[in-house]
């Protein structure tokens, strides 16, 4: 059966703060039993009623609590030990294609800024559709330097801008706000101490602006040893309440990208 038509509506408005996921659902504890499938373009996602107008392109983030992102290894990478452009396969929880991403970054950068790096990430549909473009500019991430720490800009589509993320300065903790076009904190990113996920999974939580509320939270999935140690491929899942908005959860996508590259970008030429 639908749902009331104005509840329906009131659930995808730009800025609306997502209410809290049922206390009697968990999390998929990892990736690994996605199917390797690809979201046919002009498919609607299920059950999606457009009742307002959504950015292109992101009517496929409309109904989805889960987002899986798979880091595609760089066999030139593991060979020579350098570091090369990142590529993405961004997944619902079936394990369907809905989303690729590529980085646009030059040799120069990768060589000698590393995980500083400034770089583009480029966001196609399954059609070739540019629909998300993330900026990185090259910025500091240490506590020394509170004033110029990492930022991302999310835009939806390319050209627009619909939300940043925002490192914040915390002695302890990697800390994160996400924030609207108008650079308006909406929800923050909290992470561990500890972040090298040696034998386990690493949970990045989401929460209210007083962090007071867990909404979500950003996983990156241990791979195993092998693939830690000897491959630069990262596997994440992003678990948010279904009835987030689009644009928050684009930029949630960002932010995943961006704690790729702080905590978990490596190769054997970091060994």
């Not at 998929?28 to 199917?35: G, V």
């Not at 570091?83 to 619902?92: A, G, L, Q, R, V």
């Not at 240490?142 to 991302?152: M, N, R």
Request: glycine residues 6%; charged residues 20%.
């Amino acid at each position: 059966s639908l749902a009331d038509p104005q509840s329906q509506k009131s659930r995808v408005l730009p800025g609306f703060l997502p209410g809290v996921p049922d206390s009697d659902q968990s999390f998929p504890a990892s990736a690994s039993n996605a199917e390797n499938h690809v979201w046919q373009p002009g498919l609607s996602p299920p059950s999606f009623q457009p009742t307002v107008s959504l950015p292109p392109g992101l009517e496929y983030l409309s109904q989805l609590d889960l987002i899986i992102i798979h880091q595609q290894v760089e066999l030139l990478g593991m060979i020579l030990g350098t570091e090369t452009s990142n590529k993405y396969e961004i997944k619902n929880s079936l394990g369907q294609r809905i989303y690729f991403a590529v980085e646009e970054s030059i040799c120069f950068n990768r060589t000698f800024c590393s995980t500083l790096r400034s770089c583009t990430l480029r966001i196609t549909d399954n059609s070739g559709r540019e629909v998300i473009t993330v900026n990185r500019p090259l910025r500091c991430n240490s506590c020394w330097f509170p004033c110029y720490l990492q930022e991302l800009e999310i835009q939806a589509p390319p050209g627009t801008i619909v939300g940043y993320v925002a490192q914040k300065w915390d002695p302890f903790l990697p800390k994160f706000t996400i924030q609207n076009a108008n650079k308006e904190d909406i929800l923050k990113i909290v992470g561990p101490c500890a972040t090298c996920g040696c034998f386990g999974d690493v949970d990045f939580e989401i929460k209210t602006i007083n962090e007071k509320l867990t909404i979500g939270k950003i996983s990156k999935y241990w791979s195993g040893f092998v693939n830690d140690v000897f491959t630069n491929a990262d596997n994440f899942g992003i678990h948010v309440p279904a009835d987030l908005d689009v644009t928050v959860k684009a930029a949630m996508i960002g932010a995943c990208f961006l704690l790729d590259f702080m905590f978990f970008e490596h190769s054997l030429a970091g060994l």
